[in-house]
């Protein structure tokens, strides 16, 4: 929606975050990944071929 914050591209695909929750993770460097297998304790999507989509982050620092 309007509100939405443009991340990147994912394989191609625009990947959107609502804008309050941009303001908490903007210091944030999201890492989007796919892993094998069910989701167990940790946030997942999983799709119909037995993979998942995993999230994981780290604090954003600036290359020199």
Do not use: M, N
Not at 26 to 48: C, N, Y
Request: hydrophobic letters at 35%.
């Amino acid at each position: 929606g309007d509100g939405d914050v443009l991340l990147g591209e994912i394989g191609g695909c625009p990947f959107y975050i609502a804008a309050q929750q941009y303001k908490y993770w903007e210091h944030t460097q999201l890492i989007i990944d796919v892993a094998s297998g069910p989701g167990g304790s940790d946030f997942s999507l999983e799709g119909p071929d037995g993979e998942r989509f995993i999230t994981r982050s780290r604090l954003f620092v600036k290359a020199d």
